[in-house]
């Protein structure tokens, strides 16, 4: 087995590996789930997108990973608003980026105490293989804390109960339930974050619902992108006992490819939840 570079956050269970190679997984995923939500980055009133086009605008990206829905954003407002990214792995940062552009090396469970009140809006995408189900109420109400009153908080999570459409897929679907089981964490968690949402303060909470395709020949894109983050998970489902060797897993993949490919199964779903910060 080739190694994987991993996170070394104390006392994080994140699952993914932290290279090249997950980098451009991440543009991948980016480029998939901005088609699926129509070619926006927010889905937010328009009356406060506006207003984000301003130098005054503070604007976190959390668990930004490579930065490339922080650089996306970039392009669309303006050249002065401050915009922050923070991850516990820092490695995938870019080498280079605008002045405004800032890094800090750091968990959603801990943000600096000297953010409270600070940002008018806080994006948060895809850390269901990184968050236990005890931490996501941190996790939310340090989302809130740094928001300033009137600010909006996005989340972005994902629903994978229909990847199965033959038993490969039904095999990877049940090891990723097992994973997270024995790390205390939920594959479903999208379903209880509307009400931690609301649980945190937050107010005018919306749920936007957007069905996602990997299989058949038409919808490449997407379905890279999950075969690419699914081996990805090789190390620990080893490492784990879930599987006997690397081998194995590799055959599994191959069959959970030739699934996808052949065979149209329901969406999956990606979950947008948005609210606002009193």
């Known amino acids: 087995m080739v190694n994987r570079s991993t996170q070394a956050w104390q006392g994080s269970a994140y699952f993914l590996p932290c290279d090249n190679e997950e980098s451009h997984r991440l543009s991948l995923q980016h480029e998939f789930i901005t088609r699926t939500l129509s070619g926006s980055l927010l889905l937010l009133p328009k009356s406060f997108i506006s207003n984000l086009d301003s130098e005054d605008t503070k604007v976190l990206d959390v668990g930004t990973g490579n930065a490339v829905w922080l650089s996306d954003f970039h392009s669309m407002i303006s050249s002065t608003a401050q915009l922050v990214g923070i991850d516990i792995e820092g490695r995938m940062y870019p080498a280079k980026y605008p002045l405004q552009m800032s890094f ?22 895809l850390l269901l293989a990184g968050l236990k189900i005890s931490d996501w109420p941190t996790a939310i109400s340090e989302d809130f804390r740094v ?13 994978l109960r229909n990847m199965d ?19 205390n964490m ?10 931690l949402v609301k649980g945190a303060g937050f ?9 996602w395709r990997l299989h ?3 919808n490449v894109l997407s379905r890279e ?3 690419r983050g699914h081996r990805g998970l090789k190390g620990p489902v080893v490492k784990y006992g879930l599987f006997s060797s690397d081998a194995e897993f590799d055959d599994m993949m191959t069959g959970v490819e030739t699934e996808w490919k052949s065979t149209l199964g329901k ?12």
Do not use: C
């Not at 928001?147 to 629903?159: A, F, I, P």
């Not at 033959?166 to 024995?182: H, Q, V």
């Open 203 to 211: 107010v005018d909470v919306q749920v936007h619902d957007k069905e």
């Open 165 to 183: 459409v033959g038993p490969n897929s039904a095999r990877l679907l049940d090891t990723l339930k097992k994973l997270f089981a024995m790390n």
């Open 267 to 278: 969406a999956l779903i990606i979950r947008v939840i948005t609210g606002r910060k009193p």
């Open 225 to 227: 992108n999950a075969l």
């Open 186 to 195: 939920d594959l479903n968690q999208a379903d209880s974050l509307p009400s």
């Open 147 to 159: 928001l300033k009153s009137g600010g909006y908080v996005q989340l972005v999570e994902v629903d």
């Open 216 to 218: 058949g020949d038409s």
């Open 104 to 125: 800090e090396v750091g968990s959603v469970l801990s943000l600096p105490t000297s953010w409270s009140n600070s940002f008018d809006l806080v994006y948060q995408r």
